[in-house]
């Protein structure tokens, strides 16, 4: 699985934008060469085009995890597969600055970059990594943050395919919301069930001293 770490390109451009926040932080070339992280020779060439460009990559990434979260994992192939046909690499075997105890190159797949321009690069690169992460995990590892209103990215590589949040800050605030639901919940469970206590202990009608007064006399 040694290209499925690209896929970590596709999570960082899905997550420069939250929808449910109306945040988006891909806004310049500053902000598109940050994406591309250690990989700074391809970060030099991005332009002002590449924030538009990526910016449409972005929103065809995202609907591979959506899709794949919503468990329709034949869309996100299709999807997955549009961007790979759109933009496609160049593999390569590299064994640079990498060496075993003996010294010999520690042979590895890279993918070269010959796109024509940054963002094509980087879609390529993205789109590729993810393809090895789904082929060899499953499209079950792609996931949405449920999280509300977080809604960011993820790829699930625990070992029992429990994750469902992006982050521990997420995971630790959506345990906090359920536990204070469940608290409202016990709380008007048992405000419900002291009104209806209260009731049963209260008369539902009139005594029979009351209903004497209050009839019709039959004799005359």
């Given at each position: 699985m040694e290209l499925a770490y690209y896929s970590d390109l596709a999570v960082?451009?899905?997550?420069?934008?939250?929808?449910?926040?109306?945040?988006?932080?891909?806004?310049?070339?500053?902000?598109?060469?940050?994406?591309?992280g250690e990989s700074r020779q391809a970060a030099r060439r991005a332009t002002d085009a590449d924030v538009t460009r990526l910016r449409s990559v972005r929103a065809r990434l995202r609907a591979v995890f959506e899709a794949a979260a919503g468990g329709d994992e034949v869309l996100a192939v299709d999807l997955l597969n549009a961007l790979l046909?759109?933009?496609?690499?160049?593999?390569?075997?590299?064994?640079?600055?990498?060496?075993?105890?003996?010294?010999?190159?520690?042979?590895?797949?890279?993918?070269?970059?010959?796109?024509?321009?940054?963002?094509?690069?980087?879609?390529?690169?993205?789109?590729?990594?993810?393809?090895?992460?789904?082929?060899?995990?499953?499209?079950?590892?792609?996931?949405?943050?449920?999280?509300s209103p977080c809604r960011n990215a993820y790829l699930d590589t625990s070992t029992n395919r429990s994750r469902r949040y992006c982050s521990d800050r997420c995971a630790t605030r959506a345990n906090v919301a359920a536990y204070r639901a469940r608290k409202r919940l016990d709380a008007e469970r048992s405000a419900g069930a002291e009104r209806s206590r209260r009731q049963d202990r209260e008369p539902t009608g009139r005594t029979a001293d009351t209903a004497q007064k209050t009839s019709p006399a039959t004799d005359r």
């Open positions: 960082r451009l899905v997550n420069s934008e939250e929808p449910n926040r109306g945040t988006d932080t891909l806004t310049s070339v500053e902000a598109v060469r940050a994406l591309f046909i759109e933009f496609p690499v160049s593999p390569q075997i590299s064994g640079h600055e990498t060496r075993d105890d003996d010294g010999r190159p520690k042979w590895h797949m890279h993918i070269a970059d010959y796109a024509a321009n940054a963002g094509s690069g980087y879609a390529a690169t993205a789109s590729m990594g993810l393809a090895f992460h789904l082929t060899e995990l499953g499209a079950d590892r792609l996931g949405i943050c449920e999280a």
